[in-house]
Structures are given as structure tokens and as C-alpha cells.
């Protein structure tokens, strides 16, 4: 049975999140926007292209009356170190090439990755067409096809460009879940903990009741996870959609994981790195007091059982520091840090030590000769 979640911009609203099991309702969903005799690209990646890529083009094409000139597919390479302004400008030539114009259609058919570079495509194509988020990992379901954040990493810099541009629709087909490896539905399940973390303790706690489903990947429970996930998310946005204020808390775990992230080369995932970056952000939440110690080791070692990780080998933490200088939540100088008051509760900061950070580095920095001590 499929839900819908409308979400508000500006106190209007904006555009749904339907969760489905299948594509099979998207082109009434694009019929009622008025998308029925628009020209529609498809943005995917390779691996993404090879599983569902036929089948959301041929759905398109089976039903647009005039040929299947239509709908067409746009695929690149998988893989974060794609997430680049050349992919975008290869994404320009390609809608040029075929003559899309203002009224047309971009459909992201992917994870997290393919919605960042759709969305900034089409927040910059002919200064702005339509885009429709089809995600497809936990991440793109839980987190990124809400709240119009859109961009691409530069020289390795996480999201340096990038523009608020909101989709006209989210259509989930969870079903796509299953097709998953892993080590990726565990890195999306990073930034679910996340939301329960920074807003809703009771949510959190639900998570790790049913962490026996979740790791199964039952379809019902994965359904009651992304309902209350995008719901946490969808309030967050509402509040500040351009990140003025408190949509800034959504960036929980990410100062510390974006640096890994580029430290590592994009060796590490997104949510693995987050999750690490959460687990240095309760340190330092548990060394000023605001989570008591046991809390901290709650929060910690309650990854383990989600295959995500809670230390790093092979990373100089001093380098650490430095990228988190880069990170685009600097004010005048300094970090504004998002520390925990209580598991359901995160708070901003802006008077985070390099020491305090340097300690909670360390906290997760794993060397074989503290190993052997
Ligand atoms: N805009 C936002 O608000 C926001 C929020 C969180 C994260 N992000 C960004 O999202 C990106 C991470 O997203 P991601 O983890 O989805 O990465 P991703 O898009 O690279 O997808 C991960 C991998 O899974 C594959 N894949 C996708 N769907 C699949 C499926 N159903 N079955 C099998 N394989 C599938 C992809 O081809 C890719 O190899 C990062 O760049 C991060 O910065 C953005
Ligand atoms: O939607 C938001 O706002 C977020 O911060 C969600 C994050 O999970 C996401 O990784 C986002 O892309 C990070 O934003 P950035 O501005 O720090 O790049
Ligand atoms: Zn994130």
C-alpha cells in the first residue's frame, strides 16, 4: 500500500514523497504534475542504469502517446569521484544535444550521488528546469531526495558547489532496497540513526528494536523507518529550507565525516564516514557533560551491530583537523559543530576547540600501537 508525505516550502506546499513498492504508479504521478507530453531525461549511474534503467525508460516511453523520442537516458559512471562539475557538463551537452528546453523533465534514478548531480543540473540548466528524485539507496530514501540540497564535490571537497533547488516529487520504490549491497544499505542506514539522534529519542530506540528486521530488509518495517525518517527530515527543512539556522543540525557527524570522507579519497562511504563523524561529535558532547559516559558508549557501539564502523586505521589525525577547516559550516573562523544534549536532542556550537576536536579524532583513531599497549 503506498503512502504520501507532503512536504512544505515556505509554508506552502511544495511537492510529495510517495513510498511504493514498484514504478508502476510514477507515470500517473507524473500525468497528475502535467509531465505527460514533456520531453523526460533520465540521469543515472552505470550500476543503477544496468538494474532499473530499461525499466523506467520503457515505462515512460510504453506510455508517452508521441514516440519514444520523449523519454531518453543519460547514464555515468558510478561512484562518488563522479559527483563533478564534468559530469554535469556532460549532462548540459547531452540535453542541448536533444533539445530540452524550460518545460522539460530530469528524472534522478539513483542514489544519493545521481540526486546531487540531477538536481544541480537542473538548478543550473537554462537557470533551472523541473526534477523528480527517483532514489533508490537507504541513503537517497532516508536523507538526501528531501530538501532540495543539490550539488557536486570539488577538487574532493565535499558539496562545495551546489544551489538549493527543490524536486517536484520524491517517488520511492522501496523495493529497490533489495537490490542493495551491504555495505551501501548500511552506510544509508547511518543517517536514519542520525535523525533519531538529533531529534527523536523514542524513534532511535525503535531502531534498535527492530534491528533484527532492518538488517533483513523486511519491506513492512523498512516502510515504518522511512515514513518517520523523511518525516523527522521533511519537519527539519520546513523550519529553514535554506539552512539560515537549525536545518544546519542535519550536518550531525558530517565536519569530522566529510574530512575522512576526502582524507580517504572516497574509499569510505558516506553514512561510514558520518557515522564515525557522530561518534567523534558525542565525544566531545560526552567530555563537556551534555551526554554522560554511558551514553556516549551507547551511541558508539550501538553502529557495531549495523556493520558501521566506530574507529579508523591509516588516517593522520592532524589532517583530520585541518579539513574540517574546509567544511562549509565555517563562520567567521570558526566550526559550527552540532554536539548532543541528550540522544534526541542536538544542539549548535560554535566554540569547539581544535583541541577538543584533536581529542575526539583520536577517540576514533585506531593505530596497532594502541593496540598493543
Ligand atoms: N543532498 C542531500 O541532502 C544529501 C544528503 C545525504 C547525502 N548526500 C550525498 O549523497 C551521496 C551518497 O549517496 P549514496 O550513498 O546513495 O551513494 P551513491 O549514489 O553513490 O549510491 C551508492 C552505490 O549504490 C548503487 N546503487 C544505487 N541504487 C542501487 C540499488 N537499488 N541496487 C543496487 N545498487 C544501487 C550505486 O550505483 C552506487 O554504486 C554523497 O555524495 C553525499 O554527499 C546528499
Ligand atoms: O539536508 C541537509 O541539510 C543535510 O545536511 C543532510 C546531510 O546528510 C547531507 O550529507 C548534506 O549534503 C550535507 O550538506 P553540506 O551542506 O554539509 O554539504
Ligand atoms: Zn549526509
Redesign the pocket.
Known sequence: MSERLPVLYQKKPCYDIVFSRSFAELWQELTALGYENRRICIVT????DA??GEEVLSLLRTHSQEGDGKAVKYVFP???EH?TLDTVKEIYRFLIEEGFDRKDLLLAL???????IT?YTAATYLRGIDYIQL??????QA?????G???V?FDGY??MVGAFKMPRLVYMNLS??????NR?FF??FA?VMKHGLIRDALFYEWLLEKMYEICERDLDVLQEMMMRSCTIKKQVVEKDPLEQGDRAL?NFGHTVGHAIEKAKNFEL???ECVALGMVAAACISWKRELLSMEEYYEIRDMFVPFYLPISIENIDPKEILRLTKSDKKMESGRIKFVLLKKIGRAVLDNTVTDEELLTAINEIYYSEEDACE
Open positions: 549511474d552505470s550500476k543503477v538494474i532499473y558510478e561512484g562518488e559527483k539513483g542514489g544519493g550521488v545521481t540526486g546531487d538536481g532514489p533508490t539507496t537507504l541513503l537517497a536523507d538526501s531526495s528531501i530538501g540540497k543539490t550539488g564535490d565535499k558539496n529497490t532496497l533489495q537490490t542493495l549491497e551501501q552506510s544509508g543517517e542535519l562511504y558516506h553514512g
